[in-house]
């Protein structure tokens, strides 16, 4: 991810770096310098009304950054989700430990023994774990329909706390998975601006830098100047 984001920055950078001089280059060639190759040399009214085109390049150029800013948002609201998503994962093993609990089950009497042989088919090998243990998921029909039938006040209470674990991790899912989604759509959208977002704002820069040489060269220039008098 870092190199990605370092690989990111130096190609914007570069982009940036070679592309103001280029369409600078383009600009001078096609409205400023003298030659019978050059399309057409603009006038004192031609490079005011250039201010029009390099504004409004270079605005919607900066809508469309602002945009990719909504996609940062999107992926920095995933990564939330995603760490309540682990959070809810761990308290689910945590919950699904406790109805097994070792320092509860070796002494227990035989209604507790039974009840805790049935509940270690759900006991997590590592409580501490972010992702839910597979037997959790596999055992759960099995285990609940006689699960419910237990009265011991030592496991309802429990059995209560396990089944709001189990129903907030499937809520924090669904709700990882909804944002994850959005945040691809916006993804796969807002790529088709980025590079349009970097051409527009780099032809604003070289085209307002075009313009400055154009102005001053109907000053300075022989030719012109003698054309303006």
């Known amino acids: 991810m ?3 984001l370092a690989g990111e920055m130096f190609w914007n950078a570069a982009f940036v770096i070679f592309g103001i001089p280029l369409f600078y280059l383009l600009f001078c060639w096609l409205f400023v310098w003298e030659s019978r190759f050059s399309p057409r040399r603009l006038g004192d009214i031609g490079w005011k009304r250039v201010d029009y085109y390099w504004i409004i390049a270079g605005s919607i150029g900066l809508v469309f950054q602002f945009i990719q800013f909504g996609l940062e948002s999107k992926l920095s609201d995933v990564r939330v989700e995603e760490s309540y998503f682990r959070l809810s994962a761990q308290s689910l093993n945590i919950a699904a430990q406790a109805l097994s609990d070792p320092s509860v089950c070796l002494e227990a009497a035989q209604e507790l023994a039974n009840a805790c042989r049935l509940f270690e088919m759900i006991r997590p090998a590592d409580p501490a774990s972010t992702r839910v243990d597979n037997k959790i998921y596999m055992n759960y029909n099995s285990v ?3 699960a ?11 059995i209560k706390r396990f089944k709001q674990a189990y129903s907030d991790h499937e809520e924090q899912a669904r709700s990882t998975q909804s944002t994850k989604y959005s ?3 916006y993804e796969k959208y807002l790529k088709l601006l980025k590079i349009p977002a970097a051409i527009l704002l780099v032809a604003a820069i070289a085209l ?3 313009k400055v040489k154009g102005e001053i060269r109907l000053k300075t220039h022989p030719i012109e100047k003698k054309r303006a008098s």
């Open 183 to 185: 945040a691809t759509i």
């Open 144 to 146: 609940f329909p006689q």
């Open 2 to 4: 870092e190199y990605a």
């Open 148 to 158: 419910e039938t237990i009265e011991n006040p030592f496991f309802v209470e429990r």
């Open 208 to 210: 307002r830098l075009a």
